[in-house]
């Protein structure tokens, strides 16, 4: 056996296994010290670290409640955060302006029949809406800056921002309206779960959005994978050179995709109006699929699922249990506090492609 | 014809590296300083100095801050409003707590209160980049903000939660508070400004601004020639959000004479000075000074010039227009000029020197 032969190197622990044991040593050390007594009730580390938890366990119905809250906003912030991903695959956008979309394409529907367009006219009408923004997008923003650095596109977005809140205001006023949810066979008030002694309170119209959503989700899957065009956007999103050196026409995947991303805004659109009125304060959700972006990954579809999952999840109970410590109001800021936390151990999100970097 | 280099030597080092090589340039600077120190505050009007004057050298300032950050460093933040009020409620309580010394002091001060802020939250870009990054520094726009509203203690409980800017003097002349005239606030206002610029000059021509660029043309191969990442893209953080802070300070005490902060510094003053940035040009102080005086002269134009277009002044349709009209423009100029309206500076020059020749 020679020297210079390669030998397995000793057990080392990299620095986020190090933050990872000390975090399990401080979690097992509160534990110990809570059981023993060391920690009384109303001890500062009691009421932050264990306290909460007793809660949970006291009263397993809210935190069922919670838990089904979270999981139904979280699949709206997925909604959102999945037409961002659609557009970022395909046409490496930023794309700032989805909950903007969001919000447009909600108020096109409310507006529409307000005029007096049947509701499912007001459909089609606010689908073929977006497809028009889609071709418009495409020919006066993307075409134009084709090629130019990521952050230029951006800001481009935020100008089709600006534009969509004038227009959108313009055309159709500024004061928060009503969703046409009974008029779109949308099912109303809520039912009531008796279980684990107490009773858990689940609205039908959530309901509604999570076999929506998921339904949706299924058939942007099927797309993506069983047509022709699905196949060429994701060649368009593996590589914008080679699609086009085997004829595929970026231009029209890029109307195609924008327009995807207006009907997914146009479905979340009516689900977060049936929750609240619709208006443009509703575009501040939008910053609210950021965090679950970047947890999730720009890229990756499931990733915006469970992101939005987590995030929604992680929101309410944080704010339910935690908020009141520190005078509430903590949604504001959580999300993106959980979501860097995960940053931390992957950079490029829980679902993200591994970036690998060349010199 | 006038603007010609033939017949300047460079015979030194120095001669060759100056910032402003040529004689018509100095003189033109010279010129520049003059008319905004003398001529402004004798012949214009006061309100010109007080809604196109102090705005812009307000956010040129913030748009130098954040330049040195996005257009030497490459690194994306949408946490400025945030950093600009954490230096507005440093020198609010500073201010209070020692009134005796000199106001200039704490505004410049309130500036490392706020580069302390921002090294906090500076630390994830080590591991974090591009959009993901982006978002990360939201953490930072919303969890200050929410401090704003939620720390009384930042607002000396005050019952309207915002900042009141006391009366200060300077050799006698109230500089803040109602009683001071816009001539004194511009004075103060524009030496801040001169004396930071000249600072920022220094700072991206030499060693450190070298090092700034390296990192953002490639992170990877600046580490392997020798730059420390962790100290470069700290030190950009810090002197960014050192910029903001100075900025936001000189708002609310020079500009603004007190206010909400959640008004103040929100999410959508970070996303302006972002786009100030972009405007004016990445990578450039000139441009950063093109930037703002475009967002700030632009409301003044719209407010003008729209009914002189035919559009009611006032009320709701002229907001929703003035919204479409910055959207489009903001699309408009992107389309136009990706590179800023420094590169359109920088073209002019080139232009003025062949002047009268085409070539």
Redesign the interface.
Known sequence: MSATEAREPPMRLTATGWTLVALAAAVALLVVASLSGLIAKGHPLDTLFVDPFRQMVDAPDLLVQTIWEGLVSGVLYALIALGFVLIFKASGV?NFAQGIMVVFAALTLVGLHEMGVPALLALVLAVGVMFVLAVGVER??LR??VN?????L???T??????????G??VF??NPKQMIDEQLFLPKGAIELKMLGGFVSLQKIDIAAAVIAAAMIAALAFFFQHTRIGRALRAVADSHKAALSVGISLNQIWVIVWFTAGVVALVTGIMWGARSDVSFALSTIA?KA??V??LGG?TSVPGAIVGGLIIGVGEKIGEFYWGPL??G??E??LA??I??AF??FR???LFGEK?I?R? | MFYREAGQYKTSYAADMAIFPLLQDRIGIAVILAVLFVGVPLFASEFLISTVMIPTLVFSLAAIGLNVL?GYTGL?SLGTGAFMGVGAYACYKLTTYFPGVNIIVWIVASGFFSAAVGVVFGL?SL??????L???T??AQ??L??CF??VPWLYNYNASGAIEVPLRTLFGLPVTGPNATPEARYLVLLSIVVGLTWFASNLVHGRVGRSWMAVRD?D??AE?MGIRLLPTKLLAFAVSSFYAGVAGAAMMFLWYGGGEANDAFN?NQS?LI??MV?IGG?GSLIGSFFGAAFISILPTVLKFGLPAMGVPLGG??A?????????????FF??VE?HGLARLWQIGKQKLRIWPFPY
């Open positions: 930023f006066f923003v134009p800056l130019q650095p990521d952050i230029i951006f800001m481009a935020f100008g089709i921002t600006y534009v969509l809140i004038g227009l205001e313009l006023g500024g910053l950021l965090p972006l970047i720009f520190v005078g109001g903590i504001s800021w993106y506090f979501a860097l940053l931390l950079p490029q999100g970036i970097e010199i | 996005t994306i994830p591991r974090i980049k591009g959009f993901y982006a978002v990360a939201l953490a919303f969890f903000q929410w509203v939620r490639m990877i191969a392997l999410i996303f972002l786009f972009i990445l709701a349709t907001e929703h227009i003035t919204y479409l009209v910055v959207g489009g423009l903001i699309i992107l389309v990706p």
